[in-house]
């Protein structure tokens, strides 16, 4: 089974910092993964996703990620945050399961709280 | 926006008593899905549907069914609800573009067992 590793709990910024999140997983197959965000009280709302092609992605809101297939890891990135950006920030992996259906494995997640 | 609904949005119960969420689709994908998200669990994979009447078992199935009699509705039922269901429960659909799939949520159900 595969897992999903998200090293930061929580991430305290200024704005104009740049970001980066860690992302790394387990899994010996072909991988789909995605970045998903959560402002307070919201539900998820999808970032990015990597499928296959261009290792590097980008995503709404100025965010990126690399895939990096040697580290297994899909880190996400940002040059420069903003207040709003404050939320909780999830990684994950896609499979297919055996009955067909498509499953994702999250991590555990990251809060990102920037300072004005 | 998936055209998802979740019914209710907030529900306080007691241990014991049975509840019933559901989620409902406007788009007529085929899969359907239910986490619950806990602090420092992130969200975790209860039971998903991957069509009418066909439904499988997900990380943290124990203490839950589910029933899908039709595309658009996936209802979640807590049996009989204990303290460590208080979760955020999130439904979610899959769209396809080709061989790419990708999972869209809905608002989200906050459930507090007393």
């Known amino acids: 089974a595969q897992s999903v590793s998200q090293h930061n709990h929580h991430v305290i910024l200024s704005e104009a910092a740049s970001l980066e999140l860690g992302c790394n997983y387990s899994?010996?197959?072909?991988?789909?993964l995605f970045w998903y965000v959560q402002y307070p009280g919201q539900h998820l709302q999808l970032l990015l996703k990597?499928?296959?092609?261009?290792?590097l992605v980008k995503g709404i809101k100025g965010f990126e990620a690399e895939f990096i297939k040697s580290k297994f890891s899909f880190n996400l990135r940002k040059p420069s945050v903003q207040w709003s950006d404050t939320a909780e920030y999830f990684c994950?992996?896609?499979?297919?399961?055996?009955?067909?259906?498509?499953?994702?494995?999250f991590g555990k997640g990251t809060k990102l709280s920037v300072i004005p | 926006d998936a055209g998802i609904t979740q019914s209710p949005r907030h529900k306080v119960t007691e241990t014991g008593t049975p509840v019933t969420l559901r989620c409902h689709q406007t788009?007529?994908?085929?899969?359907m899905y239910w986490y619950r998200q806990d602090p420092g669990h992130g969200l975790r994979l209860i039971h998903y549907?991957?069509?009418?009447?066909?439904?499988d078992k997900g990380e943290v199935s124990d203490g839950y069914s589910v029933s899908r009699s039709k595309t658009e509705d996936f209802l979640l039922t807590l049996e009989s609800a204990t303290s460590s269901q208080t979760s955020v429960y999130f439904c979610?659909?899959?769209?396809?573009?080709?061989?790419?799939?990708?999972?869209?949520f809905g608002p989200g159900t906050r459930l507090l067992v007393l």
């Open positions: 788009e007529n994908h085929r899969y």
């Open positions: 549907s991957y069509g009418v009447k066909d439904t």
């Open positions: 979610a659909i899959s769209r396809s573009t080709g061989s790419e799939e990708t999972q869209y």
């Open positions: 899994y010996g197959g072909t991988v789909n």
């Open positions: 990597y499928f296959s092609g261009d290792p």
């Open positions: 994950a992996v896609g499979s297919n399961s055996g009955a067909g259906s498509y499953q994702l494995t």
